[in-house]
T-cell receptor, first 116, second 114 residues
C-alpha cells in the first residue's frame, strides 16, 4: 500500500528565508506526486505535480519540488518565503494508471509559520 | 477559473440523523471523490466514483455511507445515521481523466455531530 511521510509537523521560517518541506513516499511503481496547500478555513489548493519527465517541477506561487527516486522523496522548496505562505502543506501520492479511481494518499501535513 | 463547489460550508446535526453533503464538480470532469479530515489528522480517502458507479472505496466507507450523482451536475455524500466520530471536514474533489489524475478540491463541509 502506498504511504506518505512528512517528518516535520511544524516549521517556522523568517520572511525572506528559504524553505524546504520534506516528503517521503512509499509506492511500488512510479508514483504521481502532488503538493497541496491549505490555508485556514480553505480547501486544498494544488501547488504542483509530478507525473514523469523532468524531476524538477515548478508550481504556483514560486514553489518548486524535486523528485528523487533513489531517496523516495519529493521535497518542496521556495527560495524566499512570503508572510502569505503561512499555511499547512500536504504531500500526496497517487496511483499510476492502474484502473479504478486513483485515490490520493496524503501525508500528515506540515504547518508553516512565517515570522515577520 | 472553474472550481469545485461544496454546500453547506458547515453542517450541524444530531447523532443518528441523516446528512447529505453536496458537491458540484468541475463541469467537464468525469471522476469524483470524497475525502475527509478529522481535526488534527491527515486527509483520508473515502470513495471514488466514475460512470455512475463506485470505483474504489476505503474501509471507512461502510454501509452508513453512500454516494450519488442525482443529475448532471451534483455529486452527493450521504451518511445515513451519523455518529460522533463522523465529525470531520469532508472534501469533494474531481478530476478530468484517469491518465492525468489531477484532483481539484472544494473548500469542504465541516460536519459537526452532537
Amino acid at each position: 500500500a502506498q504511504s506518505v511521510t512528512q517528518p516535520d509537523i511544524h516549521i517556522t521560517v523568517s520572511e525572506g528565508a528559504s524553505l524546504e518541506l520534506r516528503c517521503n513516499y512509499s509506492y511500488g511503481a512510479t508514483p504521481y506526486l502532488f503538493w497541496y496547500v491549505q490555508s485556514p478555513g480553505q480547501g486544498l489548493q494544488l501547488l504542483l505535480k509530478y507525473f514523469s519527465g523532468d524531476t524538477l517541477v515548478q508550481g504556483i506561487k514560486g514553489f518548486e519540488a524535486e523528485f528523487k527516486r533513489s531517496q523516495s522523496s519529493f521535497n518542496l522548496r521556495k527560495p524566499s518565503v512570503h508572510w502569505s505562505d503561512a499555511a499547512e502543506y500536504f504531500c500526496a501520492v497517487g496511483e499510476g494508471l492502474t484502473g479504478g479511481g486513483n485515490k490520493l494518499t496524503f501525508g500528515t501535513g506540515t504547518q508553516l509559520k512565517v515570522e515577520l | 477559473e472553474p472550481e469545485v463547489t461544496q454546500t453547506p460550508s458547515h453542517q450541524v446535526t444530531q447523532m443518528g440523523q441523516e446528512v447529505i453533503l453536496r458537491c458540484v464538480p468541475i463541469s467537464n470532469h468525469l471522476y469524483f471523490y470524497w475525502y475527509r479530515q478529522i481535526l488534527g489528522q491527515k486527509v483520508e480517502f473515502l470513495v471514488s466514483f466514475y460512470n455512475n458507479e463506485i470505483s474504489e472505496k476505503s474501509e471507512i466507507f461502510d454501509d452508513q455511507f453512500s454516494v450519488e450523482r442525482p443529475d448532471g451536475s451534483n455529486f452527493t455524500l450521504k451518511i445515513r445515521s451519523t455518529k460522533l466520530e463522523d465529525s470531520a471536514m469532508y472534501f469533494c474533489a474531481s478530476s478530468e481523466s484517469q491518465t492525468k489524475n489531477i484532483q481539484y478540491f472544494g473548500a469542504g463541509t465541516r460536519l459537526s455531530v452532537l
